[in-house]
């Protein structure tokens, strides 16, 4: 059975920036550096060169680089920049799930732009971007020119992040860290992680369980002994707040290939009609299946239309499954299209081949 925890894309960690770090030092002056602070000085060199290509945009025209983390209060709207002629841009995703109008995205000749007007707790997260280097269709990402901060909107009534729910399930599974997503506003807040029954404080060793500010309490270990019904608490300078609550359920399966089936519809096709043609795969929540297809008109690049999707659907109390399926969908059947349909399904433990006929009646 199976689980799925959707969490923020994790954060790279990055020490804070020292006082004066990020002034520009002249290079006529010749300074022969002591060896013991090589080291030290690799690190703030290559710290400042993965963020000089994002600057925040300052009042009356002036700039700055971004440290690891920035700190603003809720209200306040936020311009950003990122230097180059083929930018992309990654935020928090509910910016995109809800169409939001206080986002704007556009590129300019030689930089990037992002505008967050009306800034809400909601919007705490990393914000980053990266230039993309393309030849024709094919673009990747230019690991030597990307920028990243992240950004707390501090807000007294919102210590905890918003979320859509009340309530959410967290799968613990025996072989990867899970995450208690309680993330703060206030990155000064007191947390604490509490059990709903027995009524108690989990203790934060910062081994087992530690506390990470951009993404909330993390099991590095999980085991059925930390199932059930967790909460957190946080306080800055004020009443203390509950997050919302989170039902941890421990989740072991059998690792191994997607257990896949195919099938036609219709099996036998007159000329002209309609064929789909679909792969199933039943499998973990939070495991990726990837689709490849072999049919018969594929050397002749015969039109035909793919589409893959997935949904979980619940098989009772910490049963959960993931349904992932690829639909190739032929159109206007023809005589050269009648033969074999190959589905190769791919997970990380390896692929499952399926085949099906379609004949021509």
Known sequence: FFILLVIGQPTKSKRPKEPGENKIKPVNKKVKPKMSKMKERESADSSLKSQSILTQVMDKGRFQKLAATLSLSAGQSIELRCKGSNVTWNYPSYLDTFKDSRLSIKQLDRYGQLILANSTAADTGEYSCWHQLCNGNKCRKDETKTGSTYIFFTDKEELFVPTPSYFEIVYLNPDKPAVIPCRVTTPSAKVTLHREFPAEEIETDGTDIIYDVKKGFVYQHPTSDHKGIVYCKAESQGAPQISIKYHLL????????????????????????????????????????????????????????????????????????????????????????????????????????????????
Do not use: M
């Open 250 to 361: 421990y989740v072991e399966v059998p690792k191994g290939p997607p257990s896949a089936t195919i099938a036609a519809s219709p099996s036998r096709a007159e000329v002209s009609d309609s064929v789909h043609v679909i792969c199933t795969v039943l499998g973990e929540p939070d495991v990726d299946v990837n689709f490849r297809w072999q049919y018969p008109g594929q050397e002749s690049e015969r039109p035909v239309i793919i589409q893959n999707y997935w949904r979980l659907i619940n098989r009772g109390t910490g049963h959960t499954t993931r349904i992932s399926k690829s639909i190739l969908l032929l159109e206007d059947f023809e005589a050269r299209d009648a033969g074999n349909y190959i589905c190769i399904a791919q997970n990380l433990q390896g692929e499952t081949t399926v085949a099906t006929k379609v004949e021509l009646n």
